[in-house]
T-cell receptor, first 114, second 112 residues
Framework: KQEVTQIPAALSVPEGENLVLNCSFT??????LQWFRQDPGKGLTSLLL?????REQTSGRLNASLDKSSGRSTLYIAASQPGDSATYLC?????????????FGKGTHLIIQP | GAGVSQSPSNKVTEKGKDVELRCDPI?????LYWYRQSLGQGLEFLIY????????KSGLPSDRFSAERTGGSVSTLTIQRTQQEDSAVYLC??????????FGSGTRLTVV
């Protein structure tokens, strides 16, 4: 059964710092990996999607990498801002749908101090 | 529409009442998922639709919960005889399978 682990569980840094969030998964047979952001009491906003054949994706100040063989992904946030404060979730998609189709990590709760 | 639409965004109901939550997925997305997120918890899978059929209902917490999807589009999640432990944010997502998931903004259900 796929397991997704996110480290750290929580992170608090001063504004302007670059930071890295880590995600690891136990089964490398995945279709893609997706990073989401969730603000308190809200839904999930997709940040980046990396297909299994890709190594990285970039959007603005965000860069996500994928090393499928080692079961790891990182989300790099450059020049962090207070508005980046949220919970960041990593999810791996094995395809085929169902309860195991998309497996989430427990998230990293990020606070950017002004 | 451009995204996944859920309604209502907030619902407060009395214990014992029935509630119906609606999800309007992105047009053409064949797969639709319902998740539940209780306060401070991770996402809990409820049910998955492929087209109008639900091959995986394994996550429904009890027989008070049911869901349907019609026309390969709109889905409704019904909770009968609501209990306080049903209070949570209910999230819907759709995907064209093998690609990314798009989530709605959720319905915050409060049972008083």
């Amino acid at each position: 059964k796929q397991e997704v682990t996110q480290i750290p569980a929580a992170l608090s840094v001063p504004e302007g710092e670059n930071l890295v969030l880590n995600c690891s998964f136990t089964d490398s047979a995945i279709y893609n990996l997706q990073w989401f952001r969730q603000d308190p009491g809200k839904g999930l906003t997709s940040l980046l999607l990396i297909q299994s054949s890709q190594r990285e994706q970039t959007s603005g100040r965000l860069n996500a990498s994928l090393d499928k063989s080692s079961g790891r992904s990182t989300l790099y946030i450059a020049a962090s801002q207070p508005g980046d404060s949220a919970t960041y979730l990593c999810a791996v998609n094995r395809g085929g749908g169902g309860a195991d189709g998309l497996t989430f990590g427990k998230g990293t709760h990020l606070i950017i101090q002004p | 529409g451009a995204g996944v639409s859920q309604s209502p965004s907030n619902k407060v109901t009395e214990k014992g009442k029935d509630v119906e939550l609606r999800c309007d997925p992105i047009s053409g997305h064949t797969a639709l998922y319902w998740y539940r997120q209780s306060l401070g918890q991770g996402l809990e899978f409820l049910i998955y639709f492929q087209g109008n059929s639900a091959p995986d209902k394994s996550g429904l917490p009890s027989d008070r919960f049911s869901a349907e999807r019609t026309g390969g589009s709109v889905s409704t999640l019904t909770i009968q005889r609501t209990q306080q432990e049903d209070s949570a944010v209910y999230l819907c997502a759709s995907t064209p399978e093998g690609y990314g998931y798009t989530f709605g903004s959720g319905t915050r259900l409060t049972v008083v």
